[in-house]
T-cell receptor, first 111, second 113 residues
Framework: SQQGEEDPQALSIQEGENATMNCSYKTSINNLQWYRQNSGRGLVHLILIRSNEREKHSGRLRVTLDTSKKSSSLLITASRAADTASYFCATDVYGNNRLAFGKGNQVVVIP | DAGVIQSPRHEVTEMGQEVTLRCKPISGHNSLFWYRQTMMRGLELLIYFNNNVPIDDSGMPEDRFSAKMPNASFSTLKIQPSEPRDSAVYFC???????????FGPGTRLLVL
């Protein structure tokens, strides 16, 4: 089945820096979503970008989508210690009615 | 809104025992998903329901796993008999029909000894 893959797998940055993580996928999609998971918690939806969109913003989050390269990136600007979490991309394959999650990208923000 | 509720939060059992995980979706959500998360395999979709009907159970690992949704506000995932390789965090998520965003519960951390 469809599988998003994040890259890099782990990122450690100083508070205030920007964090960028990437996701690639293999087939055509309806939309791509990013979720955050804090340690020991469930996943929380962050942002959704549709296949006909190229860029979307939500607060300190910026997501891009390049359907020709089948890739997406998530940028967190001015990171905070509270942004420490794992970030997952999930692809919604058109007509499939289900999400395929990547392995996750661990981000540690050092105060 | 209480969000998706899962119980128990932690379960430790011995190999061969029956395990039942429970989920209460958000009121008004008509799609429900069961996922399993492990370090090796990441987050895997096991089964999902639409309007209480199982739509796709292709992710259920084997016959030892079964899931039910007797009504719109309750679902169970049962493992019988349990094995050590079933140790994982099991998440339930729900969604409003026609919307893409899924809302996850806190998960059940299962350890099978």
């Amino acid at each position: 089945s469809q599988q998003g893959e994040e890259d890099p797998q782990a990122l450690s940055i100083q508070e205030g820096e920007n964090a960028t993580m990437n996701c690639s996928y293999k087939t055509s999609i309806n939309n791509l979503q990013w979720y955050r998971q804090n340690s020991g918690r469930g996943l929380v939806h962050l942002i959704l970008i549709r296949s006909n969109e190229r860029e979307k913003h939500s607060g300190r989050l910026r997501v891009t989508l390049d359907t020709s390269k089948k890739s997406s990136s998530l940028l967190i600007t001015a990171s905070r210690a509270a942004d420490t979490a794992s970030y997952f991309c999930a692809t919604d394959v058109y007509g499939n009615n289900r999400l395929a999650f990547g392995k996750g990208n661990q981000v540690v923000v050092i105060p | 809104d209480a969000g998706v509720i899962q119980s128990p939060r932690h379960e430790v059992t011995e190999m061969g025992q029956e395990v039942t995980l429970r989920c209460k979706p958000i009121s008004g959500h008509n799609s429900l998903f069961w996922y399993r998360q492990t370090m090796m395999r990441g987050l895997e979709l096991l089964i999902y329901f639409n309007n209480n009907v199982p739509i796709d159970d292709s992710g259920m690992p084997e016959d030892r796993f079964s899931a039910k949704m007797p009504n719109a506000s309750f679902s169970t995932l049962k493992i019988q008999p349990s094995e050590p390789r079933d140790s994982a965090v099991y998440f339930c998520a729900s969604r409003v029909g026609g919307r893409e965003t899924q809302y996850f519960g806190p998960g059940t951390r299962l350890l099978v000894l």
